[in-house]
T-cell receptor
Framework: GNSVTQMEGPVTLSEEAFLTINCTYTATGYPSLFWYVQYPGEGLQLLLKATKADDKGSNKGFEATYRKETTSFHLEKGSVQVSDSAVYFCALRNTGKLIFGQGTTLQVKP | GAVVSQHPSRVICKSGTSVKIECRSLDFQATTMFWYRQFPKQSLMLMATSNEGSKATYEQGVEKDKFLINHASLTLSTLTVTSAHPEDSSFYIC?????????????FGEGSWLTVV
């Protein structure tokens, strides 16, 4: 079946630190991969996506590369800001549906 | 700006009553809409998938008679929680896609907080 596993949070970083949030997936076929961000009390916003192996999605300084060989789609950012504090969800889409990981809370302290 | 809008954003209802949440696509025709439920500090649980003009497909374990989903037009889907109980209190999120016409992208609404008292 299809599933997504994310590293457990919360992840607490100081401003300007380097961020990595690990995400691995299990899927049949060739899924598209996504990162969504959820700010407190709000819905989900698409952060970035990649639709095939070796694609790199990027947005707002965040990046993730679709690695088929390791079935991973780790999220990275070189220098986080306090405003990046949110919950980040990794997701895959295979048969039309989005399957989400459990979410990782990021807390950035000034 | 938002391309998928939910209403109401917050609703409080009494136990035993029914409450309706609307999900509208603003910039595109949503051929498929999805309804999710999210418990505090947890991931999104897909409840059902609805295609315009046909019956919704519910995920295993979701009560069809309790969570009524209607997708009567290409811009509107509704979720009705019938005979609500306190355990139905949750954050409900809809998403929508127009398939290729929307770049195969799934857009999310802002979510609706339901509190049953």
């Amino acid at each position: 079946g299809n599933s997504v596993t994310q590293m457990e949070g919360p992840v607490t970083l100081s401003e300007e630190a380097f961020l990595t949030i690990n995400c691995t997936y299990t899927a049949t076929g060739y899924p598209s991969l996504f990162w969504y961000v959820q700010y407190p009390g709000e819905g989900l916003q698409l952060l970035l996506k990649a639709t095939k192996a070796d694609d790199k999605g990027s947005n707002k300084g965040f990046e993730a590369t679709y690695r088929k060989e390791t079935t991973s789609f780790h999220l990275e950012k070189g220098s986080v800001q306090v405003s990046d504090s949110a919950v980040y969800f990794c997701a895959l889409r295979n048969t039309g549906k989005l399957i989400f990981g459990q979410g990782t809370t990021l807390q950035v302290k000034p | 700006g938002a391309v998928v809008s939910q209403h109401p954003s917050r609703v409080i209802c009494k136990s035993g009553t029914s409450v309706k949440i609307e999900c509208r696509s603003l910039d595109f025709q949503a051929t498929t809409m999805f309804w999710y439920r999210q418990f505090p500090k947890q991931s999104l649980m897909l409840m059902a998938t609805s295609n315009e003009g046909s019956k919704a497909t519910y995920e295993q374990g979701v009560e069809k008679d309790k969570f009524l989903i209607n997708h009567a037009s290409l811009t509107l889907s509704t979720l009705t929680v019938t005979s609500a109980h306190p355990e139905d209190s949750s954050f409900y999120i809809c998403s929508a896609t127009g398939g290729q016409s929307s770049g195969n992208t799934i857009y999310f609404g802002e979510g609706s907080w339901l509190t049953v008292v």
